[in-house]
């Protein structure tokens, strides 16, 4: 087992920042990527960003505007968010991906979420 918590959502005005954090612990592996989705209300959940290697994957919505990274001395994941749309508002999830592809159904782990609000 895997278990994530994220921390660092929040309510935040259009333009604005916030750094959202997922730390692992349990059994962690490196066959994991670790990675962030997100939901809107009424929307299905769908990736945000993820660390593979040779370079990070982003969503086209996102680049540009977030960044992940990770501390591997900490065994947690960030997800700096920049310049923050009113679109971002949904809650973002940290997921342990298993497999090639960026996509929710190949997340073996998942934590428990965290609201991010952004008001226009």
């Known amino acids: 087992q895997v278990q994530l918590v994220e921390s660092g959502g929040g309510l935040v005005q259009a333009g604005g920042s916030l750094r959202l954090s997922c730390a692992a612990s349990?059994?962690?592996?490196?066959?994991?990527?670790m990675g962030w989705f997100r939901q809107a209300p009424g929307k299905e959940r769908q990736f945000v960003a993820a660390i593979r290697w040779p370079s990070n994957t982003y969503a086209d919505s996102v680049k540009g505007r977030f960044t992940i990274s990770r501390d591997n001395t900490k065994n947690t994941v960030y997800l700096q968010m920049n310049n923050l749309k009113p679109e971002d508002t949904a809650v973002y999830y940290c997921?342990?991906?298993?497999?090639?592809?960026?996509?929710?159904?190949?997340?073996?782990?998942w934590g428990q979420g965290t609201q991010v609000t952004v008001s226009s």
């Open positions: 997921g342990a991906i298993l497999g090639p592809r960026d996509l929710p159904a190949y997340v073996d782990y």
């Open positions: 349990g059994r962690t592996s490196s066959r994991y990527v």
